[in-house]
């Protein structure tokens, strides 16, 4: 490792967040999401973009200190939970890993299985929080909240407001509950289910949270600035398979062929990406494109995987020295 080339690195990596930050920021297209009432109540000029290294340094530019709420993003980590509580076996029987190619609320299962496609789409994720309420009981909201907060490093909190706006209009999570309840994908009081569900899309995160989030799983589980063990490896490399291949609704191919990072994406506007061993990246801004996902954080991403060779095919394997020489440099 090039130590004395360090601290050149760690600048031009500040440089490169703030030129992406400024490029971008102009940018207005996009929409907010507002088939949840309550989240057209955000401020659309919002962007933030964090890096979270895994020795614990934070590199931030523009609005990563404001909250929104986790929405989708919250998938990947229950995933992870669920995994965890009741083993890759029990799970895999009840949610396969298959991208769907539908959209995040589509109504529809795997045509082989009968079960849904996979744990990021909503069907799938609604079976996956059904596992841990199965599992836990009345604690279950608890214990997803606790380890969304371990993996953030910080104690994270719910949005009332959002929440009761989701519980109030999600007639289509409810139908999609009963569905899987019908096909024996979730057992129980589906309306607890979906109760849980819809907390767990309303905890307030920032960019800078997404980013420590993303640092835990690429320290393998471990959150880098607390030290403490969040998830179990094993259940880590299976949440980054999936979010690889499905964690950015019907744009992840694309998303995988271009970028090449796993990331899980929320109607909130924000993202969370991992490069494995290295960093977690959060952007925020909640402007959507059609498929559901961050306008600017999309862009942004493109443009700091391209520059800082993130993708997990990169040929000349330089983004992978460059990132590792700045994570031995600054802390
Ligand atoms: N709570 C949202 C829903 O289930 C999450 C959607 C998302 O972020 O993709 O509709």
């Known amino acids: 490792m090039d130590q004395k080339r360090g601290p050149v690195l760690g600048n031009r990596l500040v440089e490169l967040l703030c030129d992406t930050h400024a490029r971008h920021r102009p940018n207005r297209s996009g929409a907010l999401a507002d088939y949840i009432p309550e989240l057209t109540r955000v401020d659309p000029e919002a962007f933030g973009i964090a890096i979270a290294t895994v020795d614990g340094g934070l590199h931030t530019v523009g609005d990563t200190d404001r909250t929104f709420t986790i929405q989708s993003v919250s998938k990947a980590f229950v995933y992870c939970l669920a995994l965890e509580l009741a083993g890759r076996e029990a799970v895999l029987a009840k949610v396969g890993v298959e991208p769907s190619g539908d959209a995040f ?4 299962f795997d045509p082989r299985t009968n079960m849904p496609f996979n744990p990021m789409v909503n069907a799938g994720a609604i079976t996956v929080t059904g596992i841990v309420h199965k599992l836990v009981g009345k604690g279950a909201f608890e214990l997803i909240l606790e380890k969304l907060s371990e993996a953030a490093g910080r104690t994270l909190a719910v949005d009332e407001a959002v929440y009761r706006s989701e519980a ?29 569900y819809f907390r767990q ?22 959150n880098p600035v607390t030290g403490r063990q969040v998830f179990d490896l094993l259940a880590v490399r299976s949440t980054l398979a999936v979010m690889f291949t499905c964690g950015m609704y019907d744009y992840s191919g694309n998303w995988a062929f271009d970028v090449g990072v796993p990331a899980k994406s929320g109607v909130g506007g924000g993202i969370c990406g991992v490069v494995n061993r290295q960093l977690g990246i959060g952007t925020y801004s909640p402007r959507l494109d059609p498929k559901g996902n961050s306008v600017r954080g999309v862009a942004a991403f493109t443009e700091i995987a391209d520059e800082l060779g993130l993708h997990a095919f990169e040929y000349s394997n330089v983004g992978s020295a460059f990132v590792r020489s700045f994570v031995s440099s600054t802390g």
Do not use: K, P, Q, W
């Open 201 to 222: 899309c309303s905890i307030l995160v920032t960019a800078a949270d997404l980013a420590h989030m993303g640092s835990t799983l690429a320290h393998v589980g471990d």
């Open 105 to 108: 609320n589509s109504i529809v």
């Open 168 to 196: 109030d209009t999600g007639h289509r999570n409810r139908a999609i509950g009963h569905l899987l309840r019908n096909v024996g994908a979730v057992e129980g009081s589906v309306d607890d289910i979906l109760d849980i």
